[in-house]
């Protein structure tokens, strides 16, 4: 049962480089959403999706860019890496429909240094 | 809006003692409440949620919450801690933004378990 799933776990950038992060789902989940986990800040939401062809931003969209071409696939791409992009990125998923407290399962994370 | 104070980024406890993990939460909604673990360099799992059904909510590995409305809190609890509980907590407060359903995190607790 695969889950969630995150690559690359590490990656060293240098500043103005770009990149993707992948992310990809099995549970056939609508929504799926980005995070950025920094010391003492927990858990912040970059941008969500609620099913394909649907993003939005959430509260820290700056310098990230989305896209859901399928409901299994939602890559996180950097435009142009900075120092303050170095973090610990999550993948997440759950279904949708209209019912609250579903339950959310992430990704393994994925540890980015930006030099 | 929602929101979520954890209070204490850090705890310490011996083994055998009890764990107690404070949140305090912030909803213009009913609220639905999550607290998720994380254990070193993996991703979030989930531990528990409230979701207006029982407020004492049993979780997985002994843990357990009770939803205090009057308090606006959603303290864990466990009788008797093990070396490996020892891992970051986060509380958890999902919210409805544009028809959709978030999850607001609160900055985590890192809990040591002293032998």
Redesign the interface.
């Known amino acids: 049962n695969a889950g969630v799933t995150q690559t690359p776990k590490f990656q060293v950038l240098k500043t103005g480089q770009s990149m993707t992060l992948q992310c990809a789902q099995d549970m056939n989940h609508e929504y799926m959403s980005w995070y950025r986990q920094d010391p003492g800040m927990g858990l912040r939401l970059i941008h969500y999706s609620v099913g394909a062809g649907i993003t939005d931003q959430g509260e820290v969209p700056n310098g990230y860019n989305v896209s859901r071409s399928t409901t299994e696939d939602f890559p996180l791409r950097l435009l142009s890496a900075a120092p303050s992009q170095t973090s610990v990125y999550f993948c997440a998923s759950s279904r949708q429909g209209g019912q609250r407290g579903n339950t959310i399962y992430f990704g393994e994370g994925s540890w980015l240094t930006v030099v | 809006a929602q929101s979520v104070t954890q209070l204490g980024?850090h705890v310490s406890v011996s083994e055998g003692a009890l764990v107690l993990l404070r949140c305090n939460y912030s909803s213009s909604v009913p609220p639905?409440l999550?607290w998720?673990v994380q254990y070193p360099?993996?991703?979030?799992?989930?531990l528990l949620?409230y979701?207006?059904a029982a407020t004492l909510v049993k979780g997985i590995n002994g843990f357990e919450a009770e939803f205090k409305k009057s308090e606006t809190s959603f303290p864990l609890t466990k009788p008797s801690a093990h070396m490996s509980d020892a891992a970051e907590y986060?509380c958890a407060v999902?919210g409805?933004k544009?028809?959709?359903?978030?999850?607001v995190?609160?900055?985590?607790t890192k809990l040591t378990v002293n032998p």
């Open positions: 980024s639905y999550f998720y360099n993996q991703g979030l799992q989930l949620k979701t207006s986060f999902s409805l544009g028809g959709s359903e978030k999850l995190f609160g900055k985590g």
